[in-house]
């Protein structure tokens, strides 16, 4: 028995309607265009009419297909993933963000990939205090022309609270007037206020003429010597043969002293006045005095005055020539009488001034007077302090404050020294090759002024402490994705 079925007029111009394109379009035709376009398959419509000749009824032919379609995209889809990590393959520094093998090695940078600030830009922050990366520059004159200024950090220490006001003054022991022991006439200056000498150096050329004669007089005493070794000889072959007298013999050993004494004063008169051995041997060869004596440096230092000129004429009490060792000075501190008790020798103190912003000099009490300024009611006491550099100047006032060292880990430096990058800090520290650098991670501790306190150094490393975000911003660039031929 055939039933009834309602067909909605929707679904009657379906059914006129997919005859016509089957019949205007093949299936095989629409299989070559597009077999899977966009994967958004109509569902088949099934229009059950006779239920006892629907063998199939109850099976979803429309889903299978789908599922079907729907694997197949899949596998499309997983094909393109494919290529996109074959693309990923090819470009191995992209970003500078990837793992990397610990052994790769990046030539634009001269050293390992896992070691490179630059590649590896995106872990930096996963660097451990006291660790660090490599920052190379392309130029290795850049940190110079940049200004990129280094300096060591400095051992943390306590103050007690006790600061005296202080002056810089040269080290009396390291300190030298050249003058000349005669009247002369200057006639060649060798240097000039700021030079560097080493000692033995000539500073000054000054005719002497009491120097002339000094040299004649010792040309003749020398001369006298050699005349009395003559005699003794000529006594001691006489009074073996019986010839002469032992009185005779003593007479002339007594002359030939006096004569080499003599010589030996005359010979130290010379010294004094400058010459060294080489001058005074080559007088008593060429046998020719001259009035030139060359003013000498007595040791290495500086020369921090010179108060004459070609032409001019001195005199034995002025001085022409001062030389300073400035590689340790001293610091004369004022101590009110009510705190001369916490003072002793060797007593360590640390010296700031308001000139050298960021830097501190440090030095130990050797010296505390003996008198208290009956005026002032202070006393003087002494330290010496390393001035390597030679920034300290002789007369600049500070403070000075006695300290204790502290048992920690932690250095001082300057707080220009921290860059930070993610909110943590970081220090770059000079390396042996000009154009590299580390990244290093450090914490910050507490801040005492210009300096702050750091762990994660040591007191012999050379810390960027100007012009440190130059170096920094190349390492921003690279986190932004730029590549090895871009640095």
């Known amino acids: 028995m055939q039933k009834s079925i309602q067909i909605s007029p929707l679904t009657m111009l379906a059914l006129v309607l997919i005859p016509v394109a089957l019949l205007l379009f093949p299936a ?25 000749e629907d063998d199939h009824a109850g099976h979803d032919h429309g889903a299978v297909e789908l599922d079907s379609h729907y694997d197949e995209t899949n596998d499309a889809d997983n094909h393109a993933d494919e290529t996109n990590h074959v693309d990923e393959e090819v470009d191995e520094h992209a970003g500078h963000g990837h793992a990397v093998d610990p052994n790769e090695f990046c030539s634009e940078h001269d050293m390992l990939e896992s070691e490179d600030a630059l590649c590896q830009a995106g872990h930096i922050t996963d660097l451990a205090c006291g660790n660090g990366m490599l920052v190379r520059l392309f130029d290795g004159e850049v940190a110079a022309k940049t ?8 051992p943390v220490t306590s103050g007690n609270g006790l600061v ?52 004649a007089e010792f040309l003749s005493a020398t001369a006298q010597a050699e005349q009395q070794h003559a005699r003794v000889e000529r006594e001691e072959a006489l009074y073996q043969k019986g010839i002469t007298s032992q009185r005779e013999l003593q007479q002339a050993s007594a002359d030939q002293r006096s004569a080499r004494s003599t010589v030996d004063k005359y010979r130290q008169q010379l010294k004094n006045f400058g010459l060294n051995k080489s001058e005074i041997d080559r007088l008593l060869q060429q046998r020719q005095p001259s009035a030139l004596v060359k003013l000498r440096a007595p040791f290495a230092g500086t ?56 830097q501190q000099f440090r030095g130990n009490l050797f010296y505390v007077g003996a008198v208290v300024d009956s005026r002032s009611r202070t006393l003087t006491a002494l330290a010496e302090v390393a001035n390597p550099q030679h920034k300290l100047r002789a007369g600049m006032y500070g403070d000075a404050e006695l300290t204790t060292a502290v048992a920690t880990d932690q250095v001082a430096i300057s707080a220009d020294a921290i860059q930070m990058i993610d909110d943590l800090p970081f220090v770059f520290v000079a390396q042996p090759e000009t154009d590299l650098f580390e990244l290093r991670r450090v914490v910050a501790g507490a801040r005492s002024g210009d300096l702050i306190a750091v762990s994660g150094l040591e007191l012999t490393d050379n810390v960027v402490v100007t012009q440190g975000y130059a170096l920094k911003s190349e390492v921003l660039k690279a986190r932004l994705g730029a590549s090895c031929a871009d640095h």
């Open 303 to 358: 020369v921090t005055e010179l108060t004459t000129a070609l032409g001019e004429h001195v005199a034995p009490e002025a001085a022409l020539v001062t030389v300073a060792d400035l590689d340790n000075l001293w610091i004369e501190l004022s101590v009110p009488e009510s705190q001369i008790h916490t003072l002793s020798d060797g007593a360590p103190i640390v010296a700031t001034f308001a000139g050298l912003p960021n």
């Open 28 to 52: 095989a035709v629409l299989a070559q265009i597009d077999p899977h376009a966009g994967h958004d398959h109509a569902k088949q419509v099934v229009v059950d009419i006779h239920d006892d």
């Open 164 to 215: 005296f006001p202080g002056q810089v003054a040269f080290n009396r022991n390291r300190i030298a007037k050249i003058t000349p022991l005669s009247t002369g006439i200057v006639r060649e200056v060798h240097v000039r206020p700021g030079s560097q000498v080493k000692q033995g150096q000539v500073l000054v050329t000054v005719a002497m003429p009491d120097l002339a004669e000094l040299m």
């Open 147 to 154: 200004g990129i200024i280094t300096n060591q950090p400095v």
